[in-house]
C-alpha cells in the first residue's frame, strides 16, 4: 500500500471491482481499491447473479446491455471465469394491461437499439421452459441475452482486470475517517493513512456510514431479499438443455436453474428493511435468518407456477440483504460541495448494472462527463429532503415492494408524500386539485370537478382526458391559473454576476426589465439546461429552470463558479402563479395600477398585485398572452386569492401540468429530459438558434462551433401528427419509414385545440421534412404519423406577442 493515490475506491463488491477496472482501463492506472475484510464480503457473494435485458429507463437498459458485452471481455482479460450461462430468458403477462405493456416495452427496445429481444405467445414460452406451467399467462417477451453469472468468480474477473491495468487491491483494511483536504482527500485506514484525488463510495451495505464519514447522508437503505435452492429436480436434470431465467411478474418470482435445480427468487410485498444506518463492520459473509411465513403468498405463486417445486427439496435457503434507492436505481456521480468525493451505491442489481455504473463513473471522472445521459442513476436527482428516515424507509419499501407490480404512467405513489406543499395547497385541493410530485414537491396535476372523482391507472387514455380538455379550452379562450411552486428559482448578484451568467449561458444576456431563453452547454457541447435568464435591472438576476434539477444544476454552478458571484437557490421561498389566456392582462389590470399593459413579451419588473409586491415576467409556456407572478411563500395564498376574483368576469379556471402539456405541444415547445437532455445537442434540438455566436468564450463554445460548422447533426427534433385512437404516444417509441427505424419518440399527448394526437420526435435528417410519412408505436401498435410544421397552433405566435 502507497501512501497517495490518485483515486481511493472504498468497498470490493462488483461495483467497486468494476470502477476500478474502468478507471484503469481507460488510463488511471494509479488507483487502488480499498475492502475492509475480502472481495465480494457484502451483497455480491450472495446474489442471484442473474442479468436481464428489462428496465423502464432505456438509458439505463442501454448500459445493462453494455454490463452484459463486458462480462466475456473481462473473462478473457483477467483468465477468470466469469461462469457464464447465457441461458435466454423471457418475463411473463399475466393480465390484458402487463401484455400491452410488454409489446410496448418490446417497442421501446428497438428504439434504443436492443435487437435479440421478441414476443412470444403463452404456447411458446411453455415450449422454453418445460417445467412451466403456463395457466394464465397470456404472452412473455425473450431476450437471447439473458441468464446468469458465478457471482464470486465475476467480482474476481473485474478485479484480476484491473490489476493487470495497473490497479491495486487491498483487503482486510476498513476504512476508519475520510477527511476533505485542499488537494482532495486523506483516507485513514486500519493500515495507514492515504491521500488521494478522488476517492468513490462504493461500500454497499456501508455505504451509508463511508458517506457520513464526509458529512453526507445517503438515501439508502438494506432490505432483505429471499430466495431458495432446491436439490436435484430429475425433470430438471433430464433436459437436453439448461431452463432459461424467468420473470413472472404476476407472481412476484424469478426462476432460474441452479446445477440440476432450481433457484426461486421472490420480491415479497410484505418487505422488511435491515440495518437502515448501514451493517455491522464485522458482517460480511453471513445470511439473515429465512422467514417463510412472511413469503408465504409468493411461495405459494411460484410453486403454482412450476408444480415441480412442490416434489423438490430445498437444498438452502437465501436471505440476504442489499441495498435500494427510493426508486430502486443507482446513486452515481460528484457531490456538491465535497469536491473529489464520488457514489457508486445503491446499485442493487449489481451483476446486470455494475459494468455500466462503473464504465459511466470512470467517464465522468476522467472526462468530465459520461457518454450516456445516466440522470436517472445521478445522485444528484435526490435534495436534502430525501436524507429523512422516514422518506427513506417509505420510499425503498414502496419501490421493493412494487418491484414486480405494474406502475402506470398517470399513477400516483404515495409513499414519501405529502412532504413539502406550497402554501395554497389546502385551498387547491378544496378546489378539486389532484396532485403530482417533483423533488418532494406537490405539483398540480388538474382539478377535479367532483371529490368523488378517481382516475383509473391506465396506459391509455385516462377517465381525465374529459376534464384536461376542459382545461386547455379556458386557457385558450379565457385566462388559466397555475401554481408554479413547481420552477427553480436561483438568485444571482454580487459584482461578478453578469460576466459569470455570460461565461456559463451560451445566449446572450437580457437587458435590464428583460427575461430571455438561456441554452446551457458543457465542455463537450451537450445541453445541461434550457434555462430563463431574468434582469431585474437592479444588480440582480434569475435563472429559472425544472424544480426537481435544482440539485443537478446548483452542482453545476457550483463547479463553474467564479468569484465576485453570490448565488442562491430560492426555489422554496419564492412560490407564484401563472395566467394565461387572452383575458390574462384584463385579470392583470384589475390588480395593479402600474403599467402593465406595456409591458413588452418576455419583459420582467417589479409590480404591485394587489396587495403583493411581486415579481412578474411576461412570457407563457402555454403558447398564449401570459404571465408569471412570482411572491413570497407567505403571500402565496393571497395571491391565489386575489386572482381568483379579479377572474371571476373573465371566464378564470385553475388548471394543472397535465393541460399544459398538451398545450406547450401545440407549441411543438420542448422540455427537459423529454426534448432536452444532457445527450443532446443544440442542433439536434433547435435551442441553437438561442446560441450567441458572436459572443466571447462560454462553457462548450468550441464544441457547438464544431457542430454548426460539421455539417449539423445526424438527427433532429421534428413534430409529428399521429393517427392514434385512444392512447397517445409519450416517449421512446420507435419510429419507421418503410419498415427502417428512423428515430424515436421524445414525448407525446393529445392537442385539445387542434385535435390531433402529437408528439415530438427525434428522427435521421432525411426524414424530418415537413409532409414525410412514417409510422410510430403507441402502446405496442402500429400508427401512422407524419412530419408537421412545428407549432401547429398559432405558429406565428401573435397569441403570446399580442
Not at 199 to 222: D, H
Not at 696 to 725: C, S
Request: net charge negative.
Amino acid at each position: 500500500m502507497k501512501s497517495h493515490y490518485r483515486v481511493v475506491v472504498i468497498g470490493g463488491g462488483v461495483v467497486g471491482c468494476s470502477v476500478l477496472y474502468h478507471l484503469a482501463k481507460f488510463g488511471w492506472s494509479d488507483v487502488c481499491l480499498i475492502e475492509r475484510s475480502v472481495l465480494t464480503a457484502g451483497s455480491s457473494w450472495h446474489a442471484a447473479g442473474g442479468f436481464h435485458a428489462l428496465n423502464a429507463d432505456p438509458n439505463i437498459a442501454a448500459l445493462q446491455a453494455y454490463t452484459i458485452d463486458l462480462l466475456s471481455q473481462i473473462e478473457k482479460e483477467s483468465g477468470q471465469s466469469v461462469g457464464m450461462h447465457m441461458t435466454g430468458g423471457m418475463t411473463l403477462a399475466g393480465t390484458p394491461d402487463r401484455w400491452e405493456w410488454l409489446q410496448s416495452a418490446y417497442r421501446i427496445f428497438q428504439s434504443i437499439g436492443i435487437e435479440d429481444v421478441h414476443l412470444i405467445s403463452a404456447e411458446e414460452a411453455g415450449k422454453l421452459c418445460p417445467v412451466m406451467s403456463t395457466e394464465g399467462i397470456l404472452g412473455g417477451m425473450w431476450a437471447e441475452r439473458e441468464g446468469y453469472v458465478d457471482t464470486t468468480g465475476t467480482v474476481h474477473a473485474y478485479a484480476g482486470a484491473a490489476r493487470k491495468n495497473g490497479a491495486e487491491i487491498i483487503e482486510h483494511n476498513r476504512v476508519l475517517e475520510l477527511h476533505q483536504t485542499d488537494d482532495g482527500w486523506r483516507v485513514v485506514t486500519e493500515k495507514g493513512t492515504i491521500t488521494c484525488e478522488h476517492v468513490v463510495n462504493a461500500a454497499g451495505l456501508w455505504a451509508k456510514q463511508v458517506g457520513r464519514m464526509a458529512g453526507i447522508e445517503l438515501p439508502v437503505s438494506p432490505l432483505a431479499h429471499h430466495y431458495l435452492l432446491t436439490e436435484t429436480i430429475p425433470e430438471v436434470a433430464a433436459l437436453d438443455r439448461e431452463l432459461p431465467l424467468v420473470v413472472d411478474l404476476e407472481g412476484f418470482t424469478y426462476m432460474r436453474q441452479d446445477q440440476k435445480g432450481m433457484l426461486l427468487g421472490i420480491y415479497e410485498i410484505d418487505h422488511k428493511h435491515w440495518m437502515m444506518d448501514g451493517a455491522p463492520w464485522n458482517y460480511g459473509i453471513e445470511l439473515l435468518q429465512e422467514e417463510p411465513d412472511r413469503i408465504a403468498r409468493e411461495l405459494t405463486l411460484g410453486f403454482e407456477r412450476y408444480p415441480v417445486l412442490q416434489r423438490a427439496g430445498v437444498r438452502n435457503w437465501v436471505n440476504g440483504a442489499f441495498t435500494f434507492s427510493p426508486d430502486g436505481n443507482p446513486l452515481v456521480g460528484p457531490v456538491r460541495g465535497k469536491r473529489g468525493y464520488w457514489c457508486a451505491c445503491a446499485v442493487m442489481a449489481g451483476f446486470l448494472q455494475g459494468g455500466g455504473v462503473g464504465k459511466s463513473l470512470a467517464e465522468w471522472m476522467i472526462h468530465g462527463e459520461p457518454e450516456a445521459d445516466v440522470f436517472g442513476m445521478d445522485v444528484a436527482r435526490y435534495g436534502p429532503f430525501a436524507e429523512n428516515r422516514q422518506y427513506i424507509k417509505e420510499t425503498t419499501g414502496q419501490f421493493y415492494t412494487r418491484r414486480f407490480v405494474m406502475t402506470y404512467p398517470n399513477e400516483q405513489l404515495p409513499a414519501g408524500r405529502p412532504l413539502k406543499m406550497a402554501p395554497a395547497h389546502d385551498a387547491m385541493t378544496g378546489a378539486g386539485c389532484r396532485w403530482g410530485v417533483s423533488f418532494g414537491l406537490e405539483v398540480p396535476l388538474y382539478f377535479a370537478p367532483s371529490p368523488d372523482f378517481v382516475e383509473k391507472p391506465t396506459l391509455k387514455r385516462s377517465n381525465a382526458f374529459g376534464i384536461v380538455a376542459e382545461e386547455c379550452r379556458a386557457v385558450r379562450e379565457a385566462v388559466g391559473l397555475l401554481d408554479i411552486s413547481g420552477f427553480s428559482r436561483f438568485e444571482v448578484s454580487g459584482p461578478g454576476a453578469e460576466a459569470w451568467l455570460d461565461h456559463v449561458m451560451a445566449s446572450k444576456l437580457p437587458a435590464p426589465g428583460r427575461a430571455r431563453l438561456a441554452p446551457m452547454l458543457s465542455e463537450t457541447g451537450r445541453l445541461k439546461g434550457d434555462l430563463t435568464v431574468f434582469n431585474w435591472g437592479d444588480g440582480t438576476w434569475w435563472i429559472m429552470g425544472s424544480y426537481y434539477l435544482r440539485e443537478w444544476h446548483m452542482r453545476w454552478f457550483h463547479d463553474h463558479m467564479m468569484d465576485g458571484v453570490d448565488l442562491r437557490d430560492i426555489s422554496d421561498a419564492v412560490v407564484g402563479f401563472s395566467l394565461a389566456g387572452p383575458n390574462s392582462r384584463k385579470v392583470m389590470e384589475k390588480l395593479t395600477d402600474g403599467p402593465i399593459g406595456d409591458l413588452p413579451f418576455m419583459g420582467c419588473g417589479t409590480y404591485d398585485i394587489g396587495l403583493i409586491r411581486a415579481k412578474v415576467g411576461r412570457l407563457s409556456v402555454a403558447g398564449e398572452l401570459g404571465y408569471e407572478i412570482h411572491c413570497s411563500a407567505a403571500e402565496h395564498i393571497a395571491l391565489r386569492r386575489a386572482l381568483l376574483e379579479a377572474g371571476e368576469g373573465s371566464g378564470i379556471r385553475e388548471y394543472g401540468f397535465n393541460a399544459l402539456l398538451s398545450l406547450r405541444l401545440e407549441k411543438s415547445f420542448g422540455i427537459w429530459s423529454r426534448e432536452f437532455t444532457q445527450g443532446y445537442t443544440p442542433g439536434q434540438t433547435g435551442m441553437d438558434r438561442w446560441i450567441a455566436w458572436d459572443k466571447g468564450g462560454f462553457v462548450g463554445r468550441k464544441a457547438a462551433l464544431k457542430e454548426r460548422d460539421g455539417g449539423g447533426p445526424d438527427q433532429v427534433l421534428v413534430t409529428l401528427d399521429v393517427a392514434a385512437t385512444d392512447a397517445d404516444a409519450s416517449g421512446y417509441e420507435p419510429i419507421w419509414k418503410d419498415g427502417k427505424r428512423v428515430g424515436f419518440v421524445t414525448s407525446g399527448g393529445y392537442g385539445h385545440t387542434v385535435g390531433k394526437s402529437l408528439a415530438m420526435a427525434m428522427v435521421d435528417r432525411g426524414v424530418a421534412s415537413v409532409g414525410t410519412e412514417l409510422t410510430v408505436h403507441v402502446v405496442g401498435q402500429e400508427r401512422r404519423a407524419a412530419v408537421i410544421a412545428p407549432s401547429p397552433y398559432d405558429p406565428e405566435g401573435k397569441a403570446m406577442r399580442g
